[in-house]
């Protein structure tokens, strides 16, 4: 996706699909054929049918379940996909733009337990950071749910609380 023009790309599923995820933040499109979906999305109707029947018959069967990772599987495709691939088949049809994003660096500044940049190793008097760009000071790998709101906010905290004692002298 990330190579894509735009790094922009659209992710298509069919009725059955329904309730299988979270649901969306966004609505997205519906359309009762895949061609009404192209016509919506701008996209050309002919190609999306055709990538869309060429996905649905490198689909393997399997017994579908979106607990585990499943057998089912296409075959023939690059990339292929690997688990949950079922042809799209019932209508009505979705689509959601997607794009690529990274959720932790794991990398950024120095920071003391009062979230001071350390600058060649001392806590500076009057620069914080809090967030993003400090979180790899507490995640080394992998992450929590919820954890990158959890340090913006209680570093933010702690930073703005020292930022203020800091300018008050
Ligand atoms: C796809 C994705 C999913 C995520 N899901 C979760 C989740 O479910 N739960 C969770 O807890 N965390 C999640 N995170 C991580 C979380 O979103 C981030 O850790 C958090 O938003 C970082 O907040 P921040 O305020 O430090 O930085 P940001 O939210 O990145 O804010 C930095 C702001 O600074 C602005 N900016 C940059 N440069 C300048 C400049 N020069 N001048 C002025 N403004 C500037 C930017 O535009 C931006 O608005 C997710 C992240 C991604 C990418």
Sequence with gaps: MAQQPGQAA?????AKALGRFM???FPGEKSDSIEGLAVQLGLDPEKLAATVRAFN???RPGTFDHAVLDD???EGLTPQKSHWARPIVRAPFYAYPVRPGITFTYLGVRVSDRARILYQGKPSANLFAAGEVMAG????KGYLAGIGMTIG???GRIAGT???HAALG
């Excluded at 000071?137 to 080394?140: E, F, H, I, K």
């Design 137 to 140: 000071n507490v995640l080394g």
């Design 23 to 25: 649901p969306p933040v």
């Design 57 to 59: 018959a490198a689909c």
């Design 10 to 14: 659209w992710s298509i599923i069919d």
């Design 72 to 74: 089912c599987r296409t």
């Design 162 to 164: 020292e930022a203020a």
């Design 153 to 155: 906010t209680a570093f």
